[in-house]
């Protein structure tokens, strides 16, 4: 089986970790990027099958860099799922209309994230 490839938009390097262990014993190819702009120019030179993007992030946050990478039209059929600690009222309509497809609140839940991973990337 070919193993789908994932995007990580991550600025902290804990949580970078943390989410990339969990992916590879998911058999996820892992791919990582930093901030922002390190996102939009991996997504359009790995071309993953789904992001998982951080909202606040250095150098482009990551309302930005979902806007700038559904406006390619190569990338914009490419699921990005919000990670994000914002979890007020709003902020989920907010990372939906940025861009994304959905959305996961910190500290994540595994058992949801796996749940959507599969949804998306049958």
């Keep these: 089986m070919v193993s789908h ?5 991550e600025d902290n390097p804990d949580n970078r970790v943390l ?13 990582v990027a930093g901030d922002g702009a390190e996102g939009v120019e991996k997504a359009n030179s790995e071309r993953p099958d789904l992001i998982l993007m951080d909202l606040s992030l250095p150098q482009m946050d990551g309302w930005t860099a979902a806007r700038n990478i559904k406006a390619v039209p190569a990338l914009n ?12 009222v709003g902020d989920r309509e907010k990372a939906l209309e940025a861009g994304c497809d959905d959305y996961v609140s910190k500290p994540i839940d595994l058992r949801e994230l796996a749940g959507k991973l ?3 990337l049958k």
């Design 5 to 9: 490839r994932i995007l990580v938009v």
């Design 77 to 88: 059929h490419i699921t990005i799922i919000a990670l994000t600690a914002h979890a007020m």
């Design 118 to 120: 599969a949804q998306y």
């Design 19 to 31: 989410i990339t262990d969990v992916l590879t014993s998911l058999d996820y190819e892992v791919i």
